[in-house]
């Protein structure tokens, strides 16, 4: 089983939709879990960054973490196509100075 | 809003040719990274790097590669002598969370 597991896509969707974002993980340990936007061929840009289980909201942006399921999410509300772009998960065992294990990423478009 | 920079941009090389990527991480960051991204894949860990050594390294980060902090600025990827399978995004990252840099695309002929 992959460490960190992501559905590749492509999600299409029009403008204005709510869009759901998805990772699985099979190690408990991960403790801080991280969303980032990867538009093509540039580098990884932080989205939400949140510790443990629970939610976190930020703008059109909603995070949650279900650690007893190992699972995480990211909600994108009134999508814009400004939004297309590859989604990717990332935890870390602990904070600081601590690998990323990355998801291979979610490509996401939405239509106008 | 401060940025991690990358320099080149893109570098072609050839097979066994040693070459140096650089980075500048965020002023007043303490923790640098370097992770890699070959074309369609995940992004993969390298090599972190706290107090002026190397704190955590994967299987990838062999004796080709190496770090650097050669001055306060500046952060250095060197891989010594390049394989066809170095070719990649490199990424480097700073931060106790990670920013990421726009990356240097280096294909090895």
């Known amino acids: 089983q992959k460490e960190v597991e992501q559905d590749p896509g492509p999600l299409s969707v029009p403008e204005g939709a709510i869009v759901s974002l998805n990772c699985t993980y099979s190690n408990s340990a991960f403790q801080y879990f991280m969303w980032y936007r990867q538009y093509s061929r540039k580098g990884p840009e932080l989205l939400m960054y949140t510790y443990s289980s629970g939610n976190k909201e930020d703008g059109r942006f909603t995070a949650q973490v279900d650690k007893s399921s190992k699972y995480i999410s990211l909600f994108i509300r009134d999508s814009q196509p400004s939004d297309s772009a590859t989604y990717l998960c990332a935890m870390s065992y602990n904070n600081a100075g601590n690998m990323l294990t990355f998801g291979g990423g979610t490509r996401l478009m939405v239509k106008p | 809003e401060p940025e991690v920079t990358q320099t080149p941009s893109h570098q072609v090389t050839q097979m066994g040719q040693e070459v140096i990527l650089r980075c500048v991480p965020i002023s007043n960051h303490l923790y640098f990274y370097w992770y890699r991204q070959i074309?369609?894949?995940?992004?993969?860990?390298?090599?972190?790097?706290?107090?002026?050594?190397?704190?955590?390294?994967?299987?990838?980060?062999?004796?080709?590669?190496?770090?650097?902090?050669?001055?306060?600025?500046?952060?250095?990827?060197?891989?010594?002598?390049?394989?066809?399978?170095?070719?990649?995004?490199?990424?480097?990252?700073?931060?106790?969370?990670?920013?990421?840099?726009?990356?240097?695309?280096?294909?090895?002929?």
């Open chain 2, 39 to 109: 074309l369609g894949q995940k992004v993969e860990f390298l090599v972190s790097f706290y107090n002026n050594e190397i704190s955590e390294k994967s299987e990838i980060f062999d004796d080709q590669f190496s770090v650097e902090r050669p001055d306060g600025s500046n952060f250095t990827l060197k891989i010594r002598s390049t394989k066809l399978e170095d070719s990649a995004m490199y990424f480097c990252a700073s931060g106790e969370t990670q920013y990421f840099g726009p990356g240097t695309r280096l294909l090895v002929l």
